[in-house]
């Protein structure tokens, strides 16, 4: 018997089921690959790369360009493997103890229990509303009577959809007490356009993640980003490893982040989508739709689990969620290209309709 570290083998894992699906909409990727006019740039960009030399310059460049569009500075920037690696090592940071406890709501991003167990810290879940509306009372109240060390909200949540507004994240941030971090993680924000990060300079506490793996179509590169205090930035910088991010995936967000305005089109167009989607979604029988700031709908159906085995069956990937706590018979759809969209939709519609 090999020796593992104490607790590995009980560690959850992320559980999606991956085939070579027809279409693809259970991952919120975007599904179309980089703008033409970026990737030309982007080729002659990568043919100049110093792959001799460690990417301490491609490194800056991009925290100076990030930090120089929100008016902050590099300190103020820590880059990362996607957020995810962001998030994990926050956990990390403010874990190391069953002692430390992390709040965050639920139904969420689900690797939050699981970056909680990892970090050996204790977990404390605060249930959304049915509607998956937060009580931000409820939510302080949570992370005042355990003392928390880290708080994390997502908005717009994963995988509900729901934004919550800035003054309510304001209202957190102003009612639990400054030695808690509270991070907001806004994967989704591109397709929200309200962001925490004006908050910043006022409560220093406060940990904003960002992403390029959603509106910016780069999950393949993993890059995400954090913008904090310089402090929070030096102490959480300790729990990574020297050239942690790779030169190609640097370059390329680099490139990416200089030409977002490319992007603008069709992060409206996945709006656009959203919003025609939901109201295709709403017109059928026992479909509940929620209302959503993102790129995809979440979707309640007395028989999810049987309408997610009929898409199977047609090579649509959507994402179940099992008996997951509040996600009881709750599907998840990204929005991909129009036709995509048309295509599951007209699947759905046949099995709601019994037509399947
Ligand atoms: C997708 C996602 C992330 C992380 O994505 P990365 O690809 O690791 O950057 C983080 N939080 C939420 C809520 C997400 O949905």
Not at 282 to 291: E, H, I, Q, R
């Amino acid at each position: 018997m090999l020796k593992y570290r104490t607790g590995l083998k009980d560690m959850p894992s992320y559980d999606v089921v991956e085939r070579d699906w027809k279409i693809k909409v259970n991952a919120n990727e975007c599904n179309m690959n980089l703008p033409p006019m970026v990737e030309d740039r982007l080729m002659g960009r990568l043919s100049r790369v110093a792959f001799n030399r460690y990417p301490n310059e491609e490194y800056d460049a991009l925290r100076e360009q990030i930090a120089d569009n929100h008016k902050l500075e590099i300190e103020n920037v820590l880059l990362g493997s996607g957020s995810s690696e962001i998030i994990e090592k926050l956990f990390y940071c403010f874990g190391g103890t069953k002692a430390k406890k992390i709040v965050y709501p639920e139904p969420s991003f689900s690797m939050y229990r699981i970056y909680t167990k990892a970090a050996q810290a204790l977990g404390v879940p605060v249930s959304l509303e049915a509607d998956y509306s937060l009580d931000v009372a409820k939510f302080v109240a949570a992370v005042n009577d355990h003392k928390a060390s880290l708080a994390v909200i997502c908005n717009p949540n994963n995988p509900t959809g729901t934004g919550y507004s800035v003054s309510d994240i304001e209202f957190i941030a102003q009612n639990i007490p400054s030695n808690c971090a509270l991070l907001i993680d806004e994967a989704y924000m591109e397709f929200y356009g309200r962001t925490s990060v004006g908050l910043l300079k006022k409560y220093p506490n406060l940990i904003i993640a960002r992403t390029f793996s959603k509106a910016y179509g780069l999950a393949s590169a993993r890059v995400g980003y954090m913008l904090a205090s310089k402090v929070i930035v030096t102490m959480i910088e300790k729990s990574y490893m020297p050239y942690h991010m790779n030169v190609l995936s640097l370059a390329t967000a680099d490139i990416v982040y200089q030409m977002r305005h490319e992007y603008v089109p069709r992060i409206q167009m996945m709006i656009a989508e959203r919003k025609r989607m939901s109201t295709e979604l709403d017109k059928l029988p026992g479909v509940t739709v929620y209302p959503s700031e993102t790129n995809f709908v979440l979707i309640k159906y007395a028989k999810a689990k049987e309408l997610n085995e009929y898409l199977e069956s047609k090579g649509i990937g959507v994402r179940c969620f099992g008996d997951a706590p509040g996600l009881k018979n709750c599907l998840r759809i990204s929005m991909g290209l129009r036709e995509e969209n048309d295509q599951w939709y007209d699947a759905i519609k046949q099995f709601v309709e019994g037509r399947a």
